[in-house]
């Protein structure tokens, strides 16, 4: 497939593999179907930097920066340190791209299946006519409506956006699907803990002390909470 690209009067189409984003940028294409978003995603293959997010036939390609790797990891470590100490089942799913069939599709830096982890536990091939959404979702500096959007369409109980080291947390309503979702500083994942403190805070540990000794002192400030 190519991307039509008009400048002046000359209209250039441009294979989407040979389509070189830098770190750091994006690109937003209009007016695809469902097959269109399809066939991008065979072209551009399963082994590349770059995120996707398509909803209501606009599709947005971003090539993350570097640095922006480095902290969803650490989130991804901090969540099921947390979850190990309080004994619960989880399963990883990473950027496995969640598509709900004709509507939206989305690739999260990382997501974890938690309340449904035995549902997906001998899954090898994501399909979510068969199977929930993904408990939680990570993203990093992402400001894009679309990448919301998508999530909606989808139904993810619950997105943390990590930006500028400040954890924004987005939670779907269930109950009434129309308001779409809501910021709330309380985590459904973790209801009795602060996260929207600890996040920051021990991601920001992970980079001056290093990710193991971060962990060690998250496990003895999560043992002081008695309610998990």
């Known amino acids: ?14 294979p989407i593999p040979n389509i070189k ?16 978003f399809e066939e991008i ?29 480095r902290p969803h990891r650490i989130i991804a470590y901090i969540i099921t340190t947390i979850l190990e100490a309080q004994g619960r089942n989880w399963e ?15 690739e999260p830096d ?29 993203e990093c500096d992402v400001t894009s409506k679309t990448v919301i959007d998508a999530y909606q369409a989808i139904g993810v109980p619950e997105v943390w956006i990590y930006s500028n080291n400040k954890l924004t947390i987005y939670l779907f309503s269930d109950k009434d699907s129309k308001l779409g979702y809501q910021l709330s500083t309380k985590s459904l994942t973790f209801p009795a803990l602060p996260i929207t403190d600890i996040v920051p805070q021990f991601v920001q540990k992970a980079m001056i ?10 496990r003895l400030i999560i043992s002081e909470y008695n309610q998990f």
Request: charged letters at 20%; proline letters at 4%; a negative charge.
């Open 1 to 14: 497939m190519t991307y039509e690209c008009t400048k002046n009067i000359m209209t250039v189409n441009i």
């Open 21 to 36: 984003l830098n770190p750091g940028s994006e690109i937003t294409i209009s007016g695809l179907t469902w097959k269109d």
């Open 41 to 69: 995603l065979t072209d551009l293959g399963e082994k590349r930097n770059t995120r996707i997010a398509y909803y209501q036939s606009k599709l947005e390609i971003m090539s993350p920066l570097v640095i922006h790797e």
């Open 92 to 106: 990883d799913f990473g950027s496995t791209t969640l598509k709900r069939i004709g509507v939206a599709g989305i």
């Open 110 to 138: 990382t997501c974890f299946y938690i309340e449904n982890a035995l549902l997906v536990r001998n899954c090898s091939n994501l399909n979510l006519d068969d199977y929930p959404p993904p408990d939680l979702a990570i």
């Open 209 to 218: 002390e290093g990710t193991s000794q971060m962990l060690k002192d998250l």
